[in-house]
């Protein structure tokens, strides 16, 4: 369902959401529940893996639990609510729009709305980035594995020296691969501009979507001010 | 006979300060294959990126009477079909026809007719069973034709090919033979492999310690430097 839509619709949608999630005040667990229930029914006609998404959100606790910790050491137990909530609430949103819109159609979608090119160019050298980190991540495991890693350093600190010598490699190999992939496309005459296979074209559903997701999370926002 | 690359005086040195070209001369005509041979960090790699300003360095370069230069670089690509020593940093778009049809869609063309090339290319390769494919679930002598297909698209007048033999298995190193043969455009054959470069080029330059050493007739230069397993 989501897959098929228009992918600057499901931006702006994205962005209307976003905005309701930052801005609405106060943020209790009432709040939090209205928005929650909204990417909820967005993650159900995805029909992305439920859990996995839920689990892939919490990237962002780990920066967001120390300042919730503060707060909550300060006596503000609403504010250290919120600190949690926003933030993951807003990365279920955004993940839930990635992993259901290929990255071309994306970045295509983000520089047709008039984000400036160099940043989309930034972004899709990231995407594109963490990708090949990733791959050589496990290449250098495997490598690792073979040569009977585990054995040797069962210890913490050597595992700890093996780890941070290796994660050094990994960026330095990632940085050569990904000027590699650059060369590579400059010589297909890639000129920083993105072409779409299909040029995309704007349904009723698309423009339905945006209605709907925006009209939903600022009546929630205005219904909680009130 | 026209003269498609001029090459001249060629230097280049990498930021850690590697001298990798140290006075390259090199031309290339009309329908011709050359070889280019040489030990493991002679400067192949490094010449070759030169011909499309993928590498900038010192010297005089034209390729189809255009100086590589920045406003030219457009033109020369279109011009210039590279594929690479390692695939995988040429092979990065989600789907096998995805990447097959990126070369051509940024040239410009209409999405059917890009469609059309690139389908026709990997036809070429014999990898259009492989379309819907993830070019990283592909096996290393798979991602070999599917980067070369990548490049066929594009129609160029020359081909450059770096390394291509590596990963192929003999019937599919046969085959590249086969087609490479067929191919009319002009090719630069970067190989260790002498068999190969010996099937398909009659002229080979030997490079050296980021000079050119030798140039003459392949078997010439190969018995000149021993060149054979
Ligand atoms: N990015 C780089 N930074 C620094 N030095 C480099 C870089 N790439 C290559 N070199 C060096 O430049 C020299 C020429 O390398 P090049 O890759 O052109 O050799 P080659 O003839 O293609 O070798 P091979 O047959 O192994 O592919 C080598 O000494 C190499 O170590
Ligand atoms: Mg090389």
């Known amino acids: 369902m989501l897959h098929r839509r228009d992918a600057r ?69 609403g ?19 990635v992993a259901t819109t290929p990255m071309p159609a994306l970045l295509a979608a983000a520089s047709s709305l008039g984000v400036p090119r160099m940043l989309v160019l930034v972004l899709q050298f990231l995407y594109r980035y963490l990708f090949v980190v990733a791959e050589q991540a496990q290449h250098m495991w495997v490598a690792a594995q073979c040569r009977g890693a585990a054995l040797r350093t069962s210890h913490r600190a050597g595992r700890f020296r093996a780890a941070s010598g ?33 040029p995309p074209r704007l349904g009723w559903r698309d423009l339905a979507l945006l209605a709907f997701a925006a009209v939903a999370a600022w009546s929630w926002r205005w219904w909680v001010a009130s | 006979m026209s003269v498609l690359i001029q090459a001249s005086d060629v230097r280049y040195r990498y930021d850690d300060g590697t001298l990798a070209l140290d006075g390259v001369d090199f031309q290339l005509e ?25 590498l900038q360095g010192s010297g005089e370069i034209t390729v189809c009477g255009m100086p590589v230069r920045k406003e030219n670089f457009a033109a020369i690509r279109a011009k210039v079909g590279m594929v690479f020593q390692d695939s995988d940093e040429q092979l990065f778009l989600p789907s096998v026809l995805e990447d097959a049809v990126f070369g051509p869609r940024n040239l410009g063309l209409p999405a059917d007719q890009a469609l059309a090339h690139a389908r026709q290319a990997l036809e070429q ?32 007048q020359i081909l450059v090919l770096d390394e291509p033999t590596t ?63």
């Open chain 1, 9 to 77: 619709m499901k931006l702006l949608a994205l962005l209307a959401v976003l905005v309701a999630v930052a801005t609405t005040q106060p943020f209790g667990l009432v709040t939090a529940s209205g928005f929650a229930a909204l990417l909820g029914a967005g993650l159900l006609i995805s029909r992305l893996p439920v859990t996995g998404v839920l689990a892939r959100a919490a990237v962002v606790l780990p920066f967001t639990v120390t300042f919730a910790g503060i707060a909550w050491l300060a006596g503000e137990a």
């Open chain 1, 79 to 97: 504010r250290a609510f919120a600190l949690i909530a926003k933030p993951y609430l807003s990365a279920l949103a955004v993940l839930l729009v």
């Open chain 1, 166 to 198: 290796t994660l050094a490699v990994l960026f330095a190999r990632s940085y050569e691969k990904a000027e590699g992939i650059e060369r590579s496309m400059l010589a297909r005459c890639f000129d920083g501009r993105i072409r779409l296979l299909a």
């Open chain 2, 30 to 54: 009309e329908g011709e294959t050359v070889a280019l041979l040489g030990p493991n960090g002679s400067g192949k790699t490094t010449f070759v990126l030169h011909l499309t300003g993928l």
């Open chain 2, 125 to 156: 390769v014999g990898m259009a069973w492989a379309v819907a494919k993830a070019p990283y679930h592909l096996s290393a002598g798979e991602k070999r034709r599917v980067a070369l297909a990548g490049v066929l698209a594009m129609s160029p």
């Open chain 2, 167 to 229: 990963y192929l298995d003999p019937p599919t190193q046969r085959e590249l033979i086969r087609l490479l043969k067929e191919l009319p455009q002009a090719k630069i054959l970067v190989t260790h492999d002498i068999a190969f470069a010996q099937a398909l080029a009659s002229r080979a330059v030997f490079f050296e310690r980021g000079k050119v050493a030798a140039l003459g007739a392949i078997d010439e230069i190969a018995r000149r430097y021993d060149w054979r397993l």
